[in-house]
């Protein structure tokens, strides 16, 4: 007898042991999700090498935990305040006038004293910059633009962009465009932790990424730009993925790209593989099979926030990596918290617990205010760090966890290294960002929820990357869920669409 999803779904759950406040898992096999929409387009969008991306590298670390205060809007604690002001002083640069903000030239030097539709994406410097070209108006216009879960506009360096804030930047010229319209009355801001702001009025052009085009896409001129962003001379704007509770276009809240084209798309989702020192990739309406090993376990997202939020159950240290210090290795900890996926981010923010834990393995290690975070000797190999998701467990191997040198401006001559992974006390949620988007494969599957059909509505799937798939001699403190004879979550949705890449 053939069990409907929801039954099969159930019966596995019913058995797996899960403690309470665990997310429910479903794990699916790759050749189980099926095309939803017969005809309908996916798309690769390979990352692109940042060639402008020429800021110093000396505080690396600390800047990149500014920028997750900066772009959720905290409030930016006293010592990290003062170990910016030194890393200010330390590249020869400009403290900004108000130093409580610290707005305006936080990140970069703004004064110194002294046939898939593929569009290609290589990481920048230490992995910081992933960009895509993106195709905006009739004729297109080309910008290359950052991909972020994290946020929910599409904003983009225009005509309408001050030359003063303007560096280098492709812009979006709507006069030139034979499509583009005025949204009479829109406008849009955001306000940053730093206290500076984007802002600027809204227009409808047809975007195309990857092959794959919207008519009418919500495009948000910038009027005005952060001068973080003026200083990032290759990147022209954001795309943001996140969900449209968020977006910042008032009085009505526009739709994002993926908002507009999922009903046009084979699979109503996207991918991101994203990889240490080399091209990653993210995938619209499919799933590359070479990307990950193993079945994709599902979980439900909380789009609340307008984040893609799910639930987190705690952490193993991994055997092999026992120390005198440390007698809890190899034994499940339990953290329960919630968390975002944020390709935006660049760093992985977890709960306090989590993090001491981990830096208690290492040698020397420890957390410095001078340098604003978790800091360890440079000579030293990490540790792995095995991250529970209800019954899944993501394996983030220590390499990735070596960020950036602390104490001067390359890792041939840093005697300190500054960690990857640091604390998000104080903010609403944990950050996964793209230290473990390195280590994993994770799909965003849209969609509207339906309570009596499991598989529809927002989910995220996580599944090992080849090389961090857990060892077999690790022992796992709860089961896997195992899917038997289980017909596609994805495939009975409603259909809708058109394509680059056709899947007949």
């Not at 319209?181 to 955001?190: A, F, K, Q, S, T």
Request: charged share 20%; hydrophobic share 35%; with cysteine.
């Amino acid at each position: 007898m053939k069990l409907s999803i929801v039954a099969v779904a159930t019966s596995v759950l019913s058995t797996a042991g899960l403690v309470a406040g665990d997310p429910n898992v479903i794990q699916v096999r790759a050749e189980d999700l099926k095309v939803r929409k017969h005809g309908g387009h996916s798309f690769k969008i390979s990352q692109i090498f940042n060639h402008k991306y020429q800021h110093k590298v000396k505080g690396k670390g600390i800047r990149d935990v500014a920028k997750v205060y900066q772009k959720f809007n905290m409030e930016f604690p006293d010592h990290l305040r003062e170990a910016l002001i030194k890393v200010f002083g330390d590249l020869s640069l400009k403290v900004p006038g108000n130093i409580n903000a610290l707005n305006n030239g936080l990140f970069g030097p703004s004064e110194t004293v002294g046939n898939q539709g593929e569009v290609v994406s290589t990481p920048v410097q230490f992995d910081v910059q992933y960009l895509a070209p993106v195709q905006i108006g009739t004729p297109p216009q080309t910008v290359n633009m950052n991909f972020d879960t994290g946020s929910s506009d599409l904003w983009v360096f225009s005509s309408e962009t001050p030359a003063k804030q303007r560096n280098g930047q492709k812009i979006y010229n709507m006069t030139e465009s034979t499509t583009a319209g005025r949204v009479d009355g829109h406008v849009w801001r955001i306000s940053y932790g730093d206290g500076s702001s984007s802002s600027g009025n809204v227009y409808t052009d047809k975007v195309s990424i990857g092959g794959v085009e919207v008519e009418k896409q919500a495009v948000e001129v910038a009027t005005h730009v952060s001068n973080s962003f003026t200083n990032d001379a290759a990147s022209s704007g954001l795309v943001g993925l996140a969900f449209d509770s968020i977006n910042q276009v008032s009085p009505r809240k526009q739709k994002t790209f993926f908002g507009n084209a999922i009903e046009d798309l084979a699979m109503p989702l996207f991918s991101a593989n994203l990889n240490k020192a080399e091209p990653g990739n993210y995938n619209f309406g499919f799933l590359d099979t070479t990307e990950f090993v193993g079945p994709i376990s599902f979980v439900d997202v909380d789009s609340s926030k307008g984040f893609w939020q799910f639930e987190a159950t705690g952490f193993t240290l991994p055997a092999s990596n026992c120390t005198e210090s440390n007698n809890k290795t190899g034994v499940f900890q339990s953290v329960p918290h919630a968390g975002i996926a944020d390709t935006g981010t660049t760093l992985l923010m977890l709960p306090q617990p989590i993090v001491d834990a981990y830096y208690t393995q290492i040698a020397k290690a420890r957390s410095d205010n001078n340098y604003g975070g978790y800091v360890f000797p440079c000579n030293t190999d990490l540790p792995d760090l095995i991250l529970h998701i209800g019954s899944y467990q993501a394996r983030l191997t220590g390499d990735l966890i070596k960020y950036a040198p602390a104490d001067t401006d390359d890792f041939a001559t840093a005697k300190w290294c500054y960690g990857g992974l640091q604390s998000s006390q104080g903010f609403p949620f944990a950050i996964y960002g793209d230290i473990f988007f390195k280590s994993q494969f994770v799909v965003f599957q849209g969609g509207e929820l339906d309570k009596n059909d499991w598989s529809k509505g927002a989910k995220l799937g996580f599944a090992a990357k080849p090389g961090t798939e857990l060892p077999k001699e690790t022992k796992v403190a709860q089961g896997i869920l195992p899917i038997n004879n289980v017909t596609s979550i994805l495939s009975r949705r409603r259909t809708g669409g058109a394509s680059s890449r056709r899947t007949d």
